[in-house]
């Protein structure tokens, strides 16, 4: 079982930026894939970003490419967001999610899920 807690959230203008992190328990960190999802308001929760284990291979939705980085530290369970030139759209609750296998962009790849960490991006 692992357990995930988001953190980082916040309030930032158009064009900020913010970090978001997310800190796993647990021995075995370094053998999950990790990924961060969100749900704007009315709307469907849709994949960010993930980051595969043992590889470290990224990959991005095409509408934070670009923007957003997905990184890890293994020594500290930790799998973190950094979001740059944030918009209005980026507006959500943000999710880590933890895979025993590959990952991917679907959220039924993902075993793990955080409870979220809201993002709210002001014009």
């Known amino acids: 079982q692992v357990q995930l807690v988001e953190s980082g959230g916040g309030l930032v203008q158009a064009g900020g930026s913010l970090r978001l992190s997310c800190v796993a328990s647990?021995?075995?960190?370094?053998?999950?894939?990790m990924g961060w999802f969100r749900q704007a308001p009315g709307k469907d929760r849709a994949f960010v970003a993930t980051?595969?284990?043992?590889?470290?291979?990224?990959d991005y939705s095409n509408f934070v490419k670009g923007r957003f980085t997905i990184s890890r530290d293994n020594a500290k369970n930790t799998v973190y967001l950094q979001m740059n030139s944030l918009k209005p759209e980026d507006t959500a609750v943000y999710f880590c999610a933890a895979s025993r296998a590959s990952g991917g962009g679907a959220e039924s790849e993902y075993d793990y899920w955080g409870q979220g960490t809201q993002v709210t991006v002001s014009s």
């Open positions: 647990g021995r075995t960190f370094s053998s999950y894939t």
């Open positions: 980051i595969r284990r043992f590889t470290g291979f990224t």
